[in-house]
Every structure is written in C-alpha cells, then in structure tokens.
C-alpha cells in the first residue's frame, strides 16, 4: 500500500501523560527543564500546565539541571572531546542558568582537556591538506576553536605537535 502513506500526526497529551511519559524518560537518562519543557510543547500540552508538570518533576528529584550539567559535561569532554566553550554553548542552548553552567564546566581538569585536544589535532594533521606550515597551523586552530577550546589552549597544543 504505497500510495496510502499519511504523515503521522502527533496525539496531543495531556498534563498527566506528559508528567508520566517524563518520568519514563528521566529514569532512563537525565533530563533538563529546557528538554522537559521542549517536549510537553511538541506534545501539546497547554502553557499553563507545563510549568506545574517541571515543578513536581524537580521536587521529586527527577529533574536536576545540576545533575544534568555536570553529566553532560562529563560526557561531552570525554566522549566526544569537546571544550569547555562548546559545551557552555550547548549548555546555554538547553537553558540552564550560567551559573550552573560555570560550576558544571570548572571541574573539567585543563590537563586532560589539554591531552584530549593534541590527540584531535594529531589526528586532524593527517587529514589535512595544506601547502604551508602558516596554513597548517590556521587550519588547525580554527578546528580546535569549532571543538570549543580557548585561543590559549589551541595554540599551545598547536606548538606542541608542530614541534615533534
């Protein structure tokens, strides 16, 4: 039946549901209000009610923007190998409050944010065309500002593997 395809509409929940569809979600992975907020609004939920639904998920501790920047940060500079810079940036894009964000990102170590982006470069160097050193290093440091690292820290590491 291919001619028979309609696009899926989305049901509209109500408060309830989203505050049990939530609950499911938040125990399998952490969860921000930005992301509890982002859904209840694609699933229809009134504005009125999708404050009250975030209030009883953070009293009863399902929700914790805290807990949430920490393990997203956590996360993000390990696994994906991201700098504090990106990942304030995304942080800020879900809506968690600067102040979060800041407590969240200084217990990154600068050591091992440092180790994390000279093997992104190194690896960048083999797959990067330039016919100039001067090139080379503008490519490189560009790169290493896009994974959210500071000009400081870049170019240190730049130097680093340049020199070997």
Do not use: H
């Not at 939530?22 to 992975?29: G, T």
């Not at 503008?138 to 994974?147: D, F, H, S």
């Amino acid at each position: 039946i291919e001619g028979d395809v309609t696009p899926r509409t989305p049901r509209n929940k109500t408060a309830a549901e989203a505050e049990r569809s939530l609950m499911r979600l938040c125990a399998r992975s952490e969860r921000c209000t930005g992301d509890a907020l982002r859904l209840m609004e694609r699933w229809g939920v009134p504005p009125t009610e999708r404050k009250s639904v975030v209030e009883r998920l953070v009293a009863q501790r399902f929700i914790d923007d805290r807990r949430y920047a920490e393990a997203y940060t956590r996360e993000r500079s390990r696994l994906a190998g991201w700098g504090a810079r990106k990942i304030e940036y995304q942080l800020r894009m879900k809506g968690i409050e600067r102040e979060i964000i800041a407590q969240a990102t200084a217990q990154l170590d600068g050591d091992i944010q440092r180790d994390k982006l000279e093997d992104k470069l190194r690896r960048k160097v083999r797959t990067t065309k330039a016919a100039t050193q001067y090139e080379l290093r503008g490519k490189l440091l560009r790169y290493a500002m896009t994974q959210g690292y500071d000009y400081d820290m870049a170019m240190e590491a730049i130097e680093c593997i340049m020199a070997k």
